[in-house]
């Protein structure tokens, strides 16, 4: 089973690393798949009941997850969602299908189809399963353009409104940059139904010292631009955002007011610690706080802890999570407690553990920690296609070198093979997904184990 990143949560689009907005899959990832996750219930951490399972599976281009409903009447697993992805040969998702469960047998129920051209991604399109014309019908598609150095200058919209009908676009998002590659100018206009683009909102983008300094949005009204959303963009002595004040145009006072804030903070190594999300009140004419995330990291930097905490302002009560990972040697979550907001305790209680579980071939965990010659040397790394190994200083006893590659879960992903002793060679690595993987390399008791990343 190759590496590739496991989602395991999708709160957020994104969080901000190093002053930058990234995915948050990214902070949520383990080395390699699991090939399935038990995930267990009750009031308590030490007793709990079976609840679900998640299973994934990858096969040539095919990769799957199902989640499973564990019945403690009948003892029996039963069918619950399905996700299904088909990629292509550069391992782009060309085919996303979800199946739902009716009667205990999986039946289509949406999917998406993504083009590429050149690498980039032009086309997406979403359909939803008719289960009485049992046929797909249209719902969303986008097409994207693209300049020559991978910044996008068109982004379209269109609406299916039948199964047979035709994709009809119903707006469009236009991009400019200036001479360094920043964004500076959006325009967004609608058919509103017609065969003309009419004009709705154009926002404006500055910087200062590379940085993005504030955003103004204006929308197309009584025929003129007119002021309508403005973002401020403030940042630390080492560049990472720290906040951003979005403010509305109040036309009866002619002035920007206060809208809602965000404020993030960073530890020493640069990750995102805590984020929280406030709206003014005019009334008290001060931030008030209803959204928080936090994220706590080990020593090793994994994901350690993160929580988040919702406030909802009518009802006054708080509502959230907390899920705690625990990590083996090759950064693989094997463990994990969920907790959610309990307002009478006003504390996290306790909800559901789960275990995740991965099988194959795996490498000794004594290997990693015994290494006799750490001589051997690897580049480029990260690594393209090809990886160069330079065993210079390395002491064979034998004539062939044996070399491996497993997975960051101790799986073997590359099979055991022979090389004649040199000082260097090459080893196709084309075949892998991108992420990061232990190659051994061994000559009769000596041996090496390096991490390298795959690009």
Same mark, same amino acid.
């Given at each position: 089973?190759?590496?590739?990143?496991?989602?395991?949560?999708?709160? #957020?689009?994104?969080?901000?690393?190093?002053?930058?907005?990234?995915?948050?899959?990214?902070?949520?990832?383990?080395?390699?798949?699991?090939?399935?996750?038990?995930?267990?219930?009750?009031?308590?951490?030490?007793?709990?009941?079976?609840?679900?399972?998640?299973?994934?599976?990858?096969?040539?281009?095919?990769?799957?997850?199902?989640?499973?409903?564990?019945?403690?009447?009948?003892?029996?697993?039963?069918?619950?969602?399905?996700?299904?992805?088909?990629?292509?040969?550069?391992?782009?998702?060309?085919?996303?299908?979800?199946?739902?469960?009716?009667?205990?047998?999986?039946?289509?129920?949406?999917?998406?189809?993504?083009?590429?051209?050149?690498?980039?991604?032009?086309?997406?399109?979403?359909?939803?399963?008719?289960?009485?014309?049992?046929?797909?019908?249209?719902?969303?598609?986008?097409?994207?353009?693209?300049?020559?150095?991978?910044?996008?200058?068109?982004?379209?919209?269109?609406?299916?409104?039948?199964?047979?009908?035709?994709?009809?676009?119903?707006? *469009?998002?236009?991009? #400019?940059?200036?001479?360094?590659?920043?964004?500076?100018?959006?325009?967004?206009?609608?058919?509103?139904?017609?065969?003309?683009?009419?004009?709705?909102?154009?926002?404006?983008?500055?910087?200062?010292?590379?940085?993005?300094?504030?955003?103004?949005?204006?929308?197309?009204?009584?025929?003129?631009?007119?002021?309508?959303?403005?973002?401020?963009?403030?940042?630390?002595?080492?560049?990472?955002?720290?906040?951003?004040?979005?403010?509305?145009?109040?036309?009866?006072?002619?002035?920007? !007011?206060?809208?809602?804030?965000?404020?993030?903070?960073?530890?020493?190594?640069?990750?995102?610690?805590?984020?929280?999300?406030?709206?003014?009140?005019?009334?008290?004419?001060?931030? #008030?706080?209803?959204?928080?995330?936090?994220?706590?990291?080990?020593?090793?930097?994994?994901?350690?802890?993160?929580?988040?905490?919702?406030?909802?302002?009518?009802?006054?009560?708080?509502?959230?999570?907390?899920?705690?990972?625990?990590?083996?040697?090759?950064?693989?979550?094997?463990?994990?407690?969920?907790?959610?907001?309990?307002?009478?305790?006003?504390?996290?209680?306790?909800?559901?553990?789960?275990?995740?579980?991965?099988?194959? !071939?795996?490498?000794?965990?004594?290997?990693?920690?015994?290494?006799?010659? %750490?001589?051997?040397?690897?580049? %480029?790394? %990260?690594?393209?296609?090809?990886?160069?190994?330079?065993?210079?200083?390395?002491? %064979?006893?034998?004539?062939?070198? *044996?070399?491996?590659?497993?997975?960051?879960?101790?799986?073997?992903? #590359?099979?055991?093979?022979?090389?004649?002793?040199?000082?260097?060679?090459?080893?196709?690595?084309?075949?892998?997904?991108?992420?990061?993987?232990?190659?051994?390399?061994?000559?009769?008791?000596?041996?090496?184990?390096?991490?390298?990343?795959?690009?």
């Amino acid at each position: 089973m190759k590496n590739f990143i496991f989602l395991l949560l999708s709160i #957020l689009d994104g969080i901000i690393v190093n002053g930058q907005i990234t995915p948050i899959y990214t902070k949520f990832q383990s080395g390699a798949i699991p090939d399935s996750i038990l995930i267990y219930s009750n009031t308590t951490e030490t007793d709990s009941l079976l609840q679900s399972k998640y299973v994934y599976s990858y096969s040539g281009n095919i990769k799957s997850q199902s989640i499973y409903l564990w019945d403690s009447v009948t003892k029996e697993w039963y069918n619950s969602n399905k996700h299904v992805d088909s990629l292509d040969t550069d391992k782009n998702i060309v085919l996303e299908v979800n199946y739902r469960s009716e009667n205990n047998v999986w039946t289509l129920y949406t999917k998406t189809e993504f083009i590429y051209s050149k690498g980039q991604k032009t086309s997406i399109s979403s359909f939803n399963w008719d289960v009485f014309e049992e046929k797909w019908e249209k719902g969303r598609k986008y097409e994207y353009d693209y300049l020559q150095d991978g910044k996008i200058t068109q982004l379209r919209y269109f609406n299916g409104y039948s199964i047979d009908s035709e994709w009809e676009i119903s707006s *469009k998002t236009d991009y #400019l940059y200036n001479q360094e590659g920043q964004l500076i100018y959006e325009y967004d206009s609608s058919t509103y139904g017609s065969d003309l683009f009419t004009p709705v909102y154009k926002t404006e983008h500055t910087y200062n010292m590379g940085k993005k300094e504030a955003s103004i949005t204006y929308r197309w009204k009584e025929n003129c631009w007119q002021n309508y959303m403005k973002q401020d963009y403030n940042y630390n002595s080492k560049d990472s955002l720290i906040c951003i004040i979005k403010y509305k145009y109040n036309n009866s006072d002619s002035l920007w !007011d206060n809208n809602y804030r965000h404020q993030y903070d960073y530890d020493d190594a640069g990750n995102l610690v805590i984020e929280d999300e406030s709206t003014w009140d005019t009334a008290l004419s001060q931030w #008030l706080i209803y959204t928080i995330y936090e994220w706590d990291y080990n020593q090793s930097n994994d994901l350690e802890c993160y929580l988040s905490r919702f406030y909802d302002l009518k009802l006054k009560t708080w509502s959230g999570s907390k899920h705690v990972y625990t990590y083996n040697f090759y950064k693989n979550i094997v463990y994990s407690l969920d907790y959610i907001w309990n307002n009478d305790l006003y504390d996290f209680k306790f909800s559901t553990k789960s275990f995740y579980y991965y099988s194959g !071939d795996f490498v000794d965990i004594n290997d990693v920690k015994t290494i006799v010659h %750490p001589v051997i040397k690897l580049y %480029p790394n %990260p690594c393209g296609n090809t990886l160069s190994v330079c065993t210079t200083g390395f002491e %064979p006893t034998v004539e062939y070198l *044996k070399c491996q590659i497993f997975d960051l879960a101790g799986r073997e992903v #590359l099979p055991l093979w022979n090389i004649p002793y040199s000082e260097r060679f090459d080893i196709d690595v084309s075949e892998l997904f991108g992420g990061y993987y232990l190659l051994k390399v061994q000559t009769g008791k000596d041996f090496q184990v390096i991490k390298f990343l795959k690009k």
